[in-house]
């Protein structure tokens, strides 16, 4: 059973920065790759970064160059680093594991999901 715990959301102002971590339990965190997906009310899921397993990434338009996604495999998590947040960033952030890396931009690419954290950024 793979478990996946997401943290680090809050209140922030816009201009800001968080660090969400996500940590996986229960295989071996290295063979999967990573992705962070977020949804806001009344709006589909979506991508936002992914990370291979061999720490290759890719970022969605809408966050290249505020956000960086990364991986410590000796700490079993992966990190969604956040600056420059505007209040369109306001959303809960899911982590999500896939075993295959063919799809990582969609949320059907990935097998795993963690519970989500509540990232609001005022104006």
């Known amino acids: 059973q793979v478990q996946l715990v997401e943290s680090g959301g809050g209140l922030v102002q816009a201009g800001g920065s968080l660090r969400l971590s996500c940590t996986v339990s229960?295989?071996?965190?290295?063979?999967?790759?990573m992705g962070w997906f977020r949804q806001a009310p009344r709006k589909e899921r979506e991508f936002v970064a992914a990370?291979?397993?061999?720490?290759?990434?890719w970022h969605s338009d809408s966050v290249k160059g505020r956000f960086t996604i990364s991986r410590d495999n000796a700490k079993n998590t992966t990190y969604l680093r956040m600056n420059s947040l505007k209040p369109e960033d306001t959303a809960v952030y899911y982590c999500?594991?896939?075993?295959?890396?063919?799809?990582?931009?969609?949320?059907?690419?990935?097998?795993?999901w963690g519970q989500g954290t509540q990232v609001t950024v005022s104006s």
């Open positions: 990370i291979n397993w061999s720490s290759a990434t």
């Open positions: 229960g295989q071996t965190f290295s063979r999967y790759n």
């Open positions: 999500a594991a896939a075993s295959s890396a063919l799809r990582l931009a969609t949320a059907t690419g990935y097998d795993y």
